[in-house]
């Protein structure tokens, strides 16, 4: 079972981090992946990490202003948003890989993943 938590509502150029905790199984063996959901829109990719920290994937539309990172002894994954904008605005979903075989190249697929958080609202206003 996955938990995010650290969403909010904030003005644009502000700052969040987003956390993602798993009770039960360690997180340690997974690939994580940070998706957000906005109105009308499916599901889309933000960011990704290997099970040992490296390396790292972001969408074009974040890249410079937010960083993924896991801290595998506290079993968390970490989404650190800088500079947020009102696209920005959404909600976001932690989300466990379990087969490395095919991270590389699918990371960005939501097919990929096959445990998912309830999701965290982050909100960006003007």
């Known amino acids: 079972h996955l938990e995010e938590s650290g969403g909010g509502s904030v003005r644009t150029g502000d700052s969040l981090r987003l956390s993602c905790g798993a009770s039960?199984?360690?997180?340690?063996?997974?690939?994580m992946g940070w998706f957000r959901q906005t109105p009308g829109k499916g599901r889309e990719f933000v960011s990704a990490?290997?099970?040992?920290?490296?390396?790292?994937y972001y969408a074009d539309s974040v890249k410079g202003r937010f960083a993924i990172s896991r801290e595998n002894a506290q079993n968390t994954v970490y989404l650190q948003m800088n500079g947020l904008k009102p696209e920005d605005t959404g909600i976001y979903f932690c989300?466990?890989?379990?087969?490395?075989?095919?991270?590389?190249?699918?990371?960005?697929?939501?097919?990929?993943?096959?445990?998912w958080g309830q999701g965290a609202q982050v909100t960006v206003s003007s």
């Open positions: 989300a466990a890989d379990p087969d490395p075989s095919r991270f590389a190249h699918f990371y960005s697929l939501t097919d990929e993943y096959d445990s």
């Open positions: 039960g199984p360690t997180l340690n063996l997974y690939n």
């Open positions: 990490i290997d099970y040992l920290g490296q390396p790292t």
